[in-house]
Nanobody, 124 residues
């Protein structure tokens, strides 16, 4: 069992930056693919980015490439999402998730554990 707790959300002006953190419980964090998803009001939850258990690869949805960076510190059982050049359309609840898959995956169903979400609001 893995428990995930996000932090770092908030309100920021367009063009600004935020860093989300996701702290995981348990001693197996380094074996999981970690991902970030987001869900805006009235929309489906969508994939944003994922990272390999070792950090050896990352994958991003096109809309955030060059602006968002995912990275992890396995010694701290934490994955991060650095968000720069934020746009109003980035406003959503952001969720971190853990997957036992060893391959990059964007599918919600491939993620076994989810955090409670962190609100990110970008004002124009």
């Amino acid at each position: 069992q893995v428990q995930l707790v996000e932090s770092g959300g908030g309100l920021v002006q367009a063009g600004g930056s935020l860093r989300l953190s996701c702290a995981a419980s348990g001693r197996t964090f380094s074996t999981y693919v970690m991902g970030w998803f987001r869900q805006a009001p009235g929309k489906e939850r969508e994939f944003v980015t994922s990272i390999a258990p070792s950090g050896s690869w990352t994958y991003y949805v096109d809309s955030v490439k060059g602006r968002f960076t995912i990275f992890r510190d396995n010694a701290k059982n934490t994955v991060y999402l650095q968000m720069n050049s934020l746009k109003p359309e980035d406003s959503a609840v952001y969720y971190c998730a853990a997957s036992r898959s060893t391959m990059p995956t964007m599918a919600l169903g491939m993620y076994n554990y989810w955090g409670q979400g962190a609100q990110v609001t970008v004002s124009s």
